[in-house]
């Protein structure tokens, strides 16, 4: 048994009748009612967005701009979007009904230009008071989730273009008053060096009058010292002064009893006299009579003293210590040498009589010294009188001259205050004058600099001609141009989705062949025929009718929507390698599982489905999903059509072709598996668990 005689077998027993036949022609059909009926559904459906309501509520009043001119942008944007057809646009009166037509679905979104826009639009002109101009959008994801997304590409370009035409009239409002400042600054600069010579003269004169109080500031200072010797002689003669007065005072105090008293010292002194003299006499004489008594009382003491000496000689000679005639001799000499009187002063005690006659002496000299006495003291009586009227005298010329002492002090203190202030504030007026030479010096060169700057700086502002304004306005307004470079486009929105879809409608269409079509015959497995020569003749039947699939797809794709591949011959070779691939794993898998078989196939659609990027890249999907991406067929079969239908390099259609082989082959292997697995029959075989 061949192979081909298996399949032809196969297909003669699916269409055997009519209704077989049917069944074939609706499973290949199938591709086209998944894949093409749906690029035909959304082939353009940007170009039918003018069959949308949507709601349109111009609020704007308009606003004057600062040279005058009147803005109605409101206006423009509400003409400009009637005009653009690209959605039907219904005008509405007012906020709240166009809010309620989206909530009901009446409109599919609302675009609302308030009161102030053209106001806020101006409001640059004037820096304290700028302001955004605000487009208010109402939408609502229960009319369309993909809507919101349409208008916000619609209001950022209606963002976009009212920015630049009002950024352009701004821009070129600015380059004027660039002019503008260019003039002014020339006149600028010519007002500063007429100021520059001002300031140089100013700093001449501070020069001079800074040497002018560098003198004063020494006169005063040598002013001040004068006036504080001044001030210290004054305060020194004040006290001399005060003290002269208070000394004179006392005396004068003292002495105005002195006339009485020298008076009657006089008279004292003539009485001690007196006196003196009489007592003087009279101690004269009782110091003959004392020098009598002495006499003889020195000649009884030498007697006694005699018989003292003869009564001890007698002891002595009766003890037998001396002899008679040693006490003779004894007796003999002590008359020989009598005992002389004590010396009077250090050397003994003077004799009453002595002393009383040295007194006397001074007695003497005493009294005549208190002669002396008063006959000076009588001379000083004379005298007191005219001293007394002199102390007075210079008592209250010593007072007169305290008081103006006084006086010059507290007046020359008062000058040496001022000599201070006058001193101090010569200080800061020389401190003034170098500050004021110093900073007319600083401001003479910046008023030079600021010449010279200014002249510089107005070189340098722009002073654009009205040519150079419109085409420099045009850029400021809109200064980033997007240069796009298309290597492969896809003509429309179908276009863009013909990969994603035509793969996937072949995978769907190969998993509804599955349903009427079996992997493997009963009959077949009964054979001798080897296991790989069942297992392809079971796939062929499978290949054939998803050969007819992907042709059929191919050709309403291209001719009836109008794809226009870039290279049709081989997307259609493409699509006939991912018929083949897709039909023998489809069948392999089925043939090895069964029943279950189909819900992994069911299972591998869903997964390749979200990983084969054929609508966002597969790069954002999570990252589980990328190995998906790597092992399953479907998202290389995408990127290969992607390039044949946009004509992109073709460098990976030739892996993509070799990797669909190998996938084959995956599914052949399967298939080959499942043979011999199944040539063995078991109770299972005859009577399975589950049958779908």
Do not use: C
Request: net charge neutral.
């Amino acid at each position: 048994m061949t192979v081909l005689r298996l399949a032809r077998s196969e297909l003669k027993r699916m269409t055997g009748g009519l209704l077989p036949k049917l069944t074939i022609l609706a499973l290949t059909m199938v591709p086209l009612l998944y894949g093409a009926v749906y690029l035909y559904a959304n082939w353009d459906p940007y170009g039918n967005l003018n069959q949308i309501d949507a709601a349109l509520v111009v609020e704007d009043t308009g606003a004057t701009s600062a040279d005058g001119t009147r803005l109605e942008a409101g206006r423009k944007v509400a003409e400009s979007l009637a005009d653009g057809h690209v959605f039907n646009w219904q005008t509405v009166s007012g906020t709240e009904e166009a809010d309620q037509g989206v909530s009901t679905g009446k409109y599919a979104f609302a675009l609302k230009i308030p009161r102030d826009f053209s106001a806020n639009l101006v409001s640059p002109g004037s820096f304290d008071a700028a302001n955004q101009a605000m487009l208010n959008v109402t939408t609502n994801d229960a009319n369309n989730y993909l809507l919101s997304t349409i208008v916000d590409k619609l209001t950022t370009a209606v963002h976009t273009t009212v920015a630049a035409e009002v950024g352009e009239e701004t821009a070129n409002q600015l380059l004027t008053g660039f002019g503008t400042i260019h003039t002014q600054m020339l006149k600028a600069s010519d007002g500063a060096g007429q100021l520059a010579g001002g300031v140089a003269g100013l700093h001449d004169g501070t020069v001079t009058l800074h040497q002018g109080t560098g003198g004063l500031r020494t006169g005063t200072a040598e002013l001040y010292a004068g006036q504080l010797k001044l001030r210290d002689g004054a305060n020194s003669l004040n006290s001399g002064a005060a003290q002269l007065s208070g000394g004179l005072s006392q005396l004068k105090d003292k002495t105005a009893t002195l006339p009485a008293d020298t008076r009657a010292l006089a008279d004292g002194a003539a009485r001690v006299s007196a006196g003196n003299a009489a007592l003087g006499a009279k101690v004269q004489g009782l110091a003959g009579q004392l020098a009598a008594s002495e006499k003889a009382a020195a000649q009884a003491t030498a007697q006694a003293e005699r018989s003292r000496v003869a009564a001890s000689n007698s002891r002595l000679v009766a003890a037998g210590a001396l002899t008679p005639a040693q006490a003779e001799a004894i007796l003999a000499d002590f008359d020989a040498h009598p005992a002389p009187p004590a010396p009077p002063g250090p050397a003994g005690p003077a004799g009453p009589a002595a002393t009383l006659t040295a007194a006397a002496a001074q007695i003497q000299q005493l009294a005549d010294g208190s002669a002396a006495v008063s006959a000076g003291a009588t001379k000083l009586a004379a005298a007191t009188p005219a001293l007394g009227g002199a102390i007075t005298q210079a008592s209250t010329g010593a007072d007169q001259l305290a008081s103006g002492a006084a006086t010059l002090a507290a007046g020359q203190q008062g000058a040496l205050d001022g000599a201070a202030k006058l001193s101090e504030g010569a200080q800061k007026l020389d401190d003034g004058a170098a500050k004021l030479e110093s900073g007319a010096a600083t401001a003479s060169d910046g008023a030079g600099t600021l010449a010279a700057e200014l002249a510089r700086g107005a070189g340098q502002v722009p002073n654009p001609t009205d040519t150079q304004k419109d085409s420099l306005a045009k850029v400021m307004a809109d200064p980033v141009a997007v240069s796009n470079v298309s290597q492969a486009k896809a003509g429309s929105y179908g276009a863009g989705l013909a990969p994603f879809f035509l793969t996937l409608a072949l995978w769907i269409g190969v998993f509804m062949l599955i349903q009427a079509m079996r992997p493997v015959t009963q009959r077949a497995l009964a054979s001798n025929a080897p296991a790989w020569k069942i297992a392809v003749g079971g796939w062929l039947p499978f290949l054939a009718v998803s050969a007819v699939q992907a042709s059929l797809l191919t050709l309403v794709v291209d001719v009836g929507l109008g794809l226009s591949p870039a290279h049709p011959w081989l997307m259609w070779f493409l699509m006939l390698a991912a018929a083949m691939a897709f039909s023998a794993i489809i069948q392999g898998v089925v043939a090895l599982l069964g029943s279950p078989g189909k819900l992994v196939v069911l299972i591998l659609l869903v997964l390749q489905l979200v990983s084969s990027g054929g609508t966002f890249p597969w790069q954002t999907t999570p990252q589980p999903l990328h190995v998906v991406h790597q092992l399953l067929p479907m998202g290389y079969v995408v990127n290969g059509m992607r390039h044949l239908i946009y004509g992109a390099d073709l460098a990976v259609i030739l892996p993509t072709m070799l990797g669909l082989l190998g996938y084959t082959l995956l599914g052949t292997a399967l298939s080959t598996l499942a043979v011999r697995k199944h040539k063995y029959w078991t109770l299972k075989t005859l009577k399975p668990e589950i049958a779908v």
